[in-house]
């Protein structure tokens, strides 16, 4: 099994920037991806980036360019660089990892607020 736990989400202004952390712990050696997922009520969840084990990167067509996907060198951290924020970037954001047999595991979620 796998635990996600996302920080860095706050209040920030339009224009401005913010970074997710993702920290994983557990069984990371089998996760097969990880990415960032984001959920405003009323809408569906919609994926934001993902990051395969081989760094394979994917974005949404809504955040090329002003997002970016990372993780660290053990591999049990994914991050979420997000720049030139805009209001309807405000979600609750979370943490997926895709594990062996595409058991898909989420953190809790952060919520990201975008508002002059």
């Known amino acids: 099994q796998v635990q996600l736990v996302e920080s860095g989400g706050g209040l920030v202004q339009p224009g401005g920037s913010l970074r997710l952390s993702c920290a994983a712990s557990?069984?990371?050696?089998?996760?097969?991806?990880m990415g960032w997922y984001r959920h405003t009520p009323g809408k569906e969840r919609e994926l934001v980036a993902t990051?395969?084990?081989?760094?394979?990167?994917n974005y949404a067509d809504s955040v090329k360019g002003r997002f970016t996907i990372s993780t660290n060198n053990a591999k049990n951290k994914v991050y979420l660089q997000m720049n030139s924020l805009k209001p309807e970037d405000t979600a609750v954001y979370y943490c997926?990892?895709?594990?062996?047999?595409?058991?898909?595991?989420w953190g809790k979620g952060t919520l990201v607020t975008v508002s002059s």
């Open positions: 997926n990892a895709v594990w062996a047999h595409d058991i898909n595991y």
């Open positions: 557990g069984s990371i050696f089998s996760i097969k991806a």
């Open positions: 990051l395969t084990s081989g760094g394979s990167t």
